[in-house]
């Protein structure tokens, strides 16, 4: 059975950071496309980044482009996001998608893209 399994949300002031995991487990991701979306109170769910499995190419929403960065360990089967210069906006809960096909960039935005998620992580960015 796949599961992912996000870590390291929290509560962090505006002009902090945070690192978020997503560990798999159940079947291997290294060479598929991983994501984060997120979804803030009474909005729908939105495509953060994602890394594409056969060249590794990223891909970034333009509201975190400069500020995030998504990346994969794939010995652990894991995927990352480093998040800098959390405003107000970042405040949502964080989920991460795993996918089995081969996206091309026009797709790998979509969540429809993916096929196993998350329970997703809270953050909250606040003073």
């Known amino acids: 059975q796949v599961q992912l399994a996000e870590s390291g949300g929290g509560l962090v002031q505006p002009g902090g950071s945070l690192r978020l995991s997503c560990a798999a487990s159940?079947?291997?991701?290294?060479?598929?496309?991983m994501a984060w979306f997120r979804q803030a109170p009474g909005k729908d769910r939105e495509f953060v980044t994602a890394?594409?499995?056969?060249?590794?190419?990223?891909f970034y929403a333009s509201s975190v482009k400069g500020r995030f960065t998504v990346s994969r360990d794939k010995g652990k089967n894991t995927l990352y996001l480093q998040m800098n210069s959390l405003n107000a906006e970042d405040t949502a809960v964080y989920y991460c998608?795993?996918?089995?096909?081969?996206?091309?960039?026009?797709?790998?935005?979509?969540?429809?893209?993916?096929?196993?998620w998350g329970q997703g992580t809270q953050v909250t960015v606040s003073s």
């Open positions: 890394i594409r499995g056969a060249d590794g190419n990223t």
């Open positions: 998608a795993a996918g089995l096909g081969s996206p091309i960039a026009s797709t790998i935005k979509l969540a429809s893209t993916y096929d196993y």
């Open positions: 159940g079947r291997t991701f290294s060479n598929k496309p």
